[in-house]
């Protein structure tokens, strides 16, 4: 007899000059595990999420492209009694150290200790990386950036693997993917590792991904970093 | 010499039960048109894009995920005096002909006539279908749901394609692309035939697209469809 699905609680990431197909790509996948948007021929799924996008303020957030977008709540107002189970970063001009809001730095080094898995996009692990949290872990990022940010943040300790469409710690706890549409890749993969093989593929079967793999990476040798 | 770039307005059609990577995909793709996204390593290209996005109201759009979005302008504001140079159609649950606004259909009536190119992703060709705009046109939509779309709409003239990631018709006005993530595929082609090879591979590039042709689609199979 199948028990009931655990529900997790998902933060979604925003800020402006976001690249907000980092965040709607993998969401696009982990969205069916919404109770509100579990299909009836996906197989009932072990977890379900509950979905909250979080911002400095409530302010519209300005994407690079796309509409306007609003955050459910700010950074500032998830308190010390709350703690979020997954944690989606994305990347974008946003995600530049001049740019990043500290609430966002300051709410990754509050909640990411306590969180099951972190994940993120394109330049995500940027941020990821000026919060502390790879510190002695493989990472990866957006090919197109990849030797201007590695030289940035030079002296984490952080493996940065240029060949891989994401990165995965052998914790399964921080999963960091290269640019933009490897977000969907990587969310793929994790949907996999979270509900299993089967109710994952349905999902990319309504999606019609084309999911690629850890290694399978076009871009490393595009942008000479091999 | 090169001459300067000519501006094409393009329409975002925005509905509730949008499927925002529908949109989003492709958005971040020809973002890069978009005079302020330009990006310095990518060749000047022959035509700008200032991109609008619609709605039936201004009230935030629910997407089925993804967060709160905000049109520009309601449909019903165009007026016969404005003339969009490119319409995007997304899809998704709110496609559905229960669902769709009679203001998206209206609006379509009015100002695909006059488009130089109108684009759909998954169930938004549905739409186009139902403002009939693709009478005696190829077409394709999601794989999922291909059946029950090609029965809802018999009779309307349309030659539907099973396997296809994307279509686009001779005459190059009217593109429809297959489920979700099929979009950027098609958004990819576009672009190349919009701005050329070579800067439609720096974008690419940038986005890490591991770009599908048009006869590269896996899920008419997965579905039974041929």
């Known amino acids: 007899m199948a028990s009931s699905p655990t529900t997790l609680r998902l933060a979604v990431c925003l800020f402006d000059q976001v690249t907000a197909l980092d965040y709607q790509g993998p969401i696009e996948i982990l969205g069916f595990l919404d109770p509100n948007n579990v299909k009836?021929?996906?197989?009932?799924?072990?977890?379900?999420?509950?979905?909250?996008?979080?911002?400095?303020?409530?302010?519209?957030?300005?994407?690079?492209?796309?509409?306007?977008?609003?955050?459910?709540?700010?950074?500032?107002?998830?308190?010390?009694?709350?703690?979020?189970?997954?944690?989606?970063?994305?990347?974008?001009?946003?995600?530049?150290?001049?740019?990043?809001?500290?609430?966002?730095?300051?709410?990754?080094k509050r909640q990411a200790p306590g969180a099951k898995h972190v994940l993120s996009v394109c330049t995500g692990s940027w941020i990821l990386a000026r919060a502390g949290l790879l510190q002695g872990k493989k990472a990866t990022t957006n090919k197109s950036v990849f030797k201007a940010v590695v030289e940035n943040i030079h002296g984490y300790g952080i493996d940065w693997i240029p060949k891989a469409r994401f990165v995965v710690n052998d914790d399964k706890k921080i999963w960091t993917s290269s640019g933009v549409t490897a977000g969907m890749d990587m969310a793929n993969a994790f949907l996999e590792y979270l509900v299993g093989k089967e109710a994952a593929l349905r999902i990319r079967?309504?999606?019609?991904?084309?999911?690629?793999?850890?290694?399978?990476?076009?871009?490393?040798?595009?942008?000479?970093l091999l």
Chains 1, 2 share one sequence.
């Open 205 to 224: 079967g309504i999606v019609e991904l084309s999911a690629k793999e850890e290694g399978d990476d076009e871009f490393a040798e595009y942008y000479h």
């Open 40 to 108: 009836p021929d996906v197989p009932t799924p072990s977890y379900l999420l509950e979905i909250t996008y979080l911002a400095r303020t409530l302010e519209p957030i300005k994407a690079t492209a796309g509409p306007r977008a609003l955050a459910d709540r700010t950074y500032d107002e998830v308190g010390d009694g709350e703690q979020f189970d997954l944690i989606l970063v994305p990347g974008g001009q946003g995600a530049r150290p001049e740019k990043v809001p500290s609430s966002l730095l300051e709410f990754l």
